[in-house]
């Protein structure tokens, strides 16, 4: 069976965002293939499978150095590996949530976060009715014990529901603790305090007005 795989440093590794989040929809899919007991898939189909064209897909992986056997197709799994070592999810990472709310509690609840490597280890919160109680399994601490608990449990990504004033202390307090990565999930956009702070904001609500625009328009669907 010819290579199908050549190795590229994730460290040294640039990709337009558009390009990750394709890949990271290819790899999803092939999740779920691998699931089914799936060992090959030929590139037409996993690009239907995944709402884009073959010369897309082909392209997209072809920037990461994988590429099928033509006449064959790709093997999943393989291509599952080395999709997630790529986008780092072939190893565990730590994640606290800054501040609770309705939504920040759906988090923790999330099992699919688990499955896919992400874990909290961690809550923290200025109120006194919540420091000290578990939430799904995840104790809550004071806003205090934020900088010792990153380091020693090795938290990477604080996660934030938050909005308004209460937000902005959040992300004060996790840039400070040296959190390396922040995923805002708020309704507003906030500003990362330090240049080497990797920060990322996702409005849910953006998909809701993207709905709407979709069916005010005329538009069948929207991606």
């Given at each position: 069976?010819?290579?199908?795989f050549r190795r590229?440093?994730?460290?040294?590794?640039?990709?337009?965002?558009?390009?990750?989040?394709?890949?990271?929809?290819?790899?999803?899919?092939?999740?779920?293939?691998?699931?089914?007991?799936?060992?090959?898939?030929?590139?037409?189909?996993?690009?239907?499978?995944?709402?884009?064209?073959?010369?897309?897909?082909?392209?997209?992986?072809?920037?990461?150095?994988?590429?099928?056997?033509?006449?064959?197709?790709?093997?999943?799994?393989?291509?599952?590996?080395?999709?997630?070592?790529i986008l780092g999810?072939?190893?565990?990472?730590?994640?606290?949530?800054?501040?609770?709310?309705?939504?920040?509690?759906?988090?923790?609840?999330?099992?699919?976060?688990?499955?896919?490597?992400?874990?909290?280890?961690?809550?923290?919160?200025?109120?006194?009715?919540?420091?000290?109680?578990?939430?799904?399994?995840?104790?809550?601490?004071?806003?205090?014990?934020?900088?010792?608990?990153?380091?020693?449990?090795?938290?990477?990504?604080?996660?934030?529901?938050?909005?308004?004033?209460?937000?902005?202390?959040?992300?004060?307090?996790?840039?400070?603790?040296?959190?390396?990565?922040?995923?805002?999930?708020?309704?507003?956009?906030?500003?990362?305090?330090?240049?080497?702070?990797?920060?990322?904001?996702?409005?849910?609500?953006?998909?809701?007005?993207?709905?709407?625009?979709?069916?005010?328009?005329?538009?069948?669907?929207?991606?």
């Amino acid at each position: 069976m010819p290579k199908i795989f050549r190795r590229y440093s994730p460290v040294k590794l640039k990709l337009p965002e558009i390009t990750v989040y394709r890949l990271a929809l290819y790899l999803r899919v092939l999740e779920r293939l691998s699931r089914e007991g799936r060992e090959l898939v030929r590139s037409e189909e996993l690009a239907r499978l995944c709402g884009v064209s073959p010369a897309q897909l082909r392209k997209d992986l072809s920037f990461v150095g994988t590429f099928g056997v033509r006449g064959v197709g790709y093997q999943v799994r393989s291509l599952e590996r080395e999709l997630k070592r790529i986008l780092g999810r072939d190893r565990i990472w730590h994640l606290a949530l800054a501040g609770l709310n309705e939504l920040g509690k759906a988090l923790l609840a999330e099992r699919r976060l688990q499955e896919k490597g992400f874990r909290f280890v961690a809550v923290f919160d200025w109120r006194e009715e919540w420091i000290g109680k578990v939430i799904h399994e995840v104790y809550v601490y004071s806003l205090e014990q934020m900088p010792y608990l990153v380091k020693e449990s090795e938290i990477e990504i604080g996660v934030i529901t938050l909005a308004g004033e209460k937000a902005r202390e959040m992300v004060q307090a996790l840039s400070r603790s040296g959190i390396r990565a922040i995923l805002n999930l708020g309704p507003e956009p906030l500003e990362a305090p330090r240049s080497d702070l990797i920060f990322r904001h996702a409005d849910l609500t953006l998909s809701f007005d993207l709905v709407s625009f979709a069916l005010s328009s005329g538009y069948g669907s929207v991606r």
